[in-house]
């Protein structure tokens, strides 16, 4: 979506973009539950019983499949994970290459060499990061990375909503304690909030907690442009 928009000639023809792309998502999205849930009802009259992880390929390999389109689902499971593995590395390695190294200065052959490195790091990197999450996690791995999207977009989305639909000038030199801050707060709030909410329970609604309490942080550490053009013509 981001390259498509970069493509864009001007911001109108972006905001078309993101429009339509919305919108052409949905049919993708239905035809996905929809396979879903044949899934489920696949593996419920074969009487195969698996935990949300695994049904996929446990279907595909005990599922009473012919050997072909047992072969062709594990294909498809592992191209998807290729693709997403590819992509995010890919982001990971010119982002760290070039915001955290800075080697902008470098010859064209000698960047290339940098980023092999650290391409391949960072692909050692995130396999650690797998079988750790693996090992340690208890729940499916959609609902762990919902959970911890929670704490890492919410001060993300708080931070855009604030610079969209405010125009106060913020401290800089306090926001990194205001984006630290929001999350540890969910996160209290998340393990009390049945004691402390009559029973109720967070759940991916935190996401939206996180970034409302971003929101309240950077207003109190903002200031409106009155005040901001008064220290500036003061000083």
């Not at 595909?60 to 072969?71: E, F, I, R, S, W």
């Not at 294909?75 to 994970?81: E, F």
């Not at 926001?175 to 969910?186: G, I, M, N, R, T």
């Amino acid at each position: 979506m981001m390259q498509r928009n970069l493509s864009c000639r001007n911001s109108r023809e972006s905001q078309k973009n993101m429009l339509t792309s919305g919108f052409m998502q949905l049919p993708v999205i239905a035809l996905f539950l929809f396979l879903g849930t044949l899934l489920y009802m696949y593996a419920h009259e074969r009487g195969i019983s698996a935990s949300k992880d695994e049904l996929f390929p446990i279907v595909a390999t005990q599922g009473g499949l012919p050997v072909m389109l047992g072969v062709v689902f594990v294909i498809g499971l592992v191209s998807a994970a290729y693709n997403a593995a590819g992509s995010a590395l890919t982001a990971l390695t010119t982002s760290f290459t070039l915001d955290i190294l800075r080697v902008k200065h470098l010859s064209e052959a000698a960047l290339r060499g940098i980023r092999k490195r650290v391409h391949m790091l960072l692909t050692v990197v995130m396999g650690l990061v797998i079988m750790a999450f693996h090992m340690l996690n208890n729940t499916s791995v959609i609902d762990a990375v919902y959970v911890l999207a929670s704490y890492t977009y919410g001060p993300i989305l708080g931070m855009f909503a604030f610079g969209i639909l405010t125009r106060r000038a913020v401290r800089d030199r306090w926001l990194p304690v205001v984006v630290v801050l929001s999350p540890l707060c969910c996160h209290i709030l998340a393990s009390h909030s049945e004691a402390w909410l009559w029973g109720y329970r967070f759940s991916y609604e935190l996401l939206i907690m996180n970034a409302l309490l971003t929101c309240v942080g950077m207003w109190s550490i903002s200031k409106s442009d009155r005040q901001e053009n008064k220290l500036t013509s003061n000083s």
